[in-house]
């Protein structure tokens, strides 16, 4: 089970962001075509230091005093988890759908995933102490849940030539998922470490083959520019924007265990059950002591999209000056509200830099900075929402952002 458990809080780790806070800038210019390709990738935590997450990436020995920096920050519920994307984006503005509407036809592809944790500190302790740290005590990491989605879209869609707002319907494949839920998950020990009790009460789903194509999804993508007046001159504007909102069926069968039992177990019984013989090995008589019932069945699951509203920064201001702040959902206890609000600086003709902080998501409060460049026909930018965590072992994540635009 302590493998077990590594592997469900770590998962997000290699698979992990939606590039947003890099600021999208906004312009009124009349163009034909735009081509847009974004990416990034992002993890956090609430807790764990990059001393720790980064021996998951790179590889390399978890020392004591690693394990220890990271359990001490801990509280009694904490996250983890991150995301990534790699999007490209092609707008057409010539192609007029309807005679009468300045509408012209936008098309996307990509790729994404999103995962994470909520999590207690018994679930650390257990995972890289054991249970010899919590002799005589109860290990209590009830309220265990994570969740990991793996897909691919392709989409088209409409987008209003002058305003630039745009609605995509978007099919997707669903190459991987997994989740547990666990309501009871508590370990009580006697005083000499040789009788415990096992309290169980929670799912687990996970797919049952190595197939990329795993289930077919359909959502959506909405973004709309609402221009607000600030003075008598000056114009902002406010995106509404939504990503990925939608559902899929999972045709091909995925396993689940649904556990809900007590148990005693004495000397080597524990050790069997905290070794190789983790419930998610199938094995028949491990299920059958742990009281697990495995079963396997298709279903319909909610897609990992986001909704996001915001001021946005005007490219077409000539101010040195803008501001830019905004709030991001995702529809999941494991990621929190992010709260978000940063400065952007034009200190000369084609080049920008920002800084921003936020609060939420699945850590607590970060900073980030970016910088770019405009040109006539081609712009990019490249920023983080961790600076702390690209640059210090201390940090609590790391994130990085890139985003290019050819306009033509």
């Known amino acids: ?169 978007n ?27 096992v309290q169980m009460d929670g799912e687990v789903d996970v797919r049952d083959n190595l197939k990329f194509n795993q289930g077919i999804g359909f959502g959506i993508d909405v973004d709309f520019k609402l221009p607000i007046s600030l003075k008598e001159d000056e114009t902002a ?11 899929a069926y999972l045709y091909e069968e995925q396993k689940s265990y649904a556990i809900d039992t007590a148990i005693s177990y004495s000397g080597f019984e524990f050790d069997q059950l905290m070794g190789d013989n983790a419930i998610v090995f199938d094995s028949v008589d491990v299920l059958d002591t742990l009281g697990v019932t495995s079963s396997t069945s298709n279903r319909t699951i909610m897609l990992p999209g986001f909704i996001q509203v915001g001021k946005m920064v005007d490219s077409q201001n000539e101010s040195m000056f803008q501001s830019f702040f905004g709030v991001r959902l995702y529809p999941t206890l494991i990621y929190s509200p992010y709260v978000y609000a940063g400065v952007h600086i034009k200190p000369m003709d084609k080049v920008y830099v920002g800084a921003n902080v936020g609060y939420g998501g699945f850590a607590n409060f970060r900073g980030g900075l970016y910088a770019g460049m405009n040109f006539d026909h081609f712009s990019f930018g490249l920023g983080t929402e961790n600076i702390v965590g690209m640059i210090s072992r201390k940090g609590n994540g790391q994130s990085l952002y890139l985003r290019v635009k050819c306009v033509f």
Request: hydrophobic share 40%.
């Open 1 to 169: 089970m302590r493998n077990s458990i590594a592997i469900i809080l770590f998962l997000g780790v290699q698979f992990t962001s939606f590039a947003q806070l890099l600021p999208v800038q906004y312009d009124t210019l009349e163009r034909s075509h735009e081509i847009i390709l974004s990416g990034g990738i992002d993890y956090s935590g609430s807790a764990l230091q990059n001393d720790l997450t980064s021996k998951f990436i790179r590889g390399g020995l978890i020392t004591q005093d690693i394990k220890n920096a990271s359990f001490d920050r801990h509280k009694r519920i904490n996250r983890f988890g991150g995301s990534f994307s790699a999007d490209a984006e092609y707008r057409n503005y010539n192609i007029r759908m309807f005679k009468k509407r300045d509408w012209g036809m936008v098309f996307k592809a990509g790729t994404f995933g999103f995962g994470g944790a909520l999590y207690s500190d018994d679930v650390f302790g257990m995972t890289f102490y054991g249970n010899d740290r919590y002799v005589g005590d109860t290990i209590d990491m009830s309220g265990l849940n994570t969740n990991f989605t793996m897909m691919q879209k392709i989409g088209v869609g409409l987008i209003d030539v002058k305003s630039k707002s745009s609605v995509s319907l």
């Open 237 to 247: 504007y406010v995106q509404f924007l939504v990503k990925n909102i939608g559902f």
């Open 171 to 197: 099919i997707y494949n669903v190459s991987n998922r997994m989740s547990a839920n666990f309501r009871d998950l508590s370990i009580i020990q006697s005083s000499d470490g040789q009788d415990v009790e």
